[in-house]
């Protein structure tokens, strides 16, 4: 039965393209996830005074219910030009790298300018890289050879 059991070199879901954009969907969803906790965790941080409350550009609503409770509780953050940085940090230029890629991978209407060189660049600013953020470059730089 050949036709029902395709040979290894057969398998097209494996091409490298759609390999990466898997990678780069699961590294995206993990850097949301750990984003989302750590407004938790900092959630005295972003908390403005009454007075500030005015200022802000947007309030972030997070609500969660921790394990065996039946109510949730709700935290709201206020955003403002207070929290504002100059520099962005290794998770958000990570954050940015995945998805330029993703939209260089799907040629999106809205990548613009976007390019692996770009990619490559925002990865290169990195002060400190994990394993997957190392790898993640290793995968682009790859791509990059190959055009």
Same mark, same amino acid.
């Given at each position: 039965m050949k036709g029902d059991i395709r040979e290894?070199?057969?398998?097209?879901w494996l091409?490298?393209?759609?390999?990466?954009f898997a990678f780069a969907c699961v590294i995206l969803?993990?850097?949301m996830v750990t984003f989302a906790l750590s407004m938790v965790w900092v959630q005295d941080m972003f908390a403005p005074a009454p007075e500030t409350q005015a200022t802000d550009w947007f309030r972030l609503a997070v609500r969660w219910k921790e394990p065996?409770?039946?109510?949730?509780e709700e935290r709201e953050y206020g955003i403002g030009s207070a929290h504002v940085k100059s520099e962005l940090n290794d998770?958000?230029?990570?954050?940015?790298?995945?998805?330029e890629?993703?939209? *260089? &991978?799907h040629k999106s209407e809205y990548a613009g300018d976007a390019s692996l060189e770009s990619i490559?660049? *925002? &990865?290169?600013?990195?002060?400190?890289k994990d394993f997957y953020q190392a790898e993640f470059e290793?995968?682009?730089r790859e791509l990059k050879s190959t055009e």
């Open positions: 290894k070199d057969e398998l097209d091409a490298y393209p759609k390999v990466l969803a993990v850097s065996g409770q039946s109510e949730s998770d958000a230029l990570f954050a940015c790298a995945i998805i890629t993703a939209m *260089l &991978l490559v660049t *925002l &990865l290169g600013n990195m002060q400190q290793q995968l682009i």
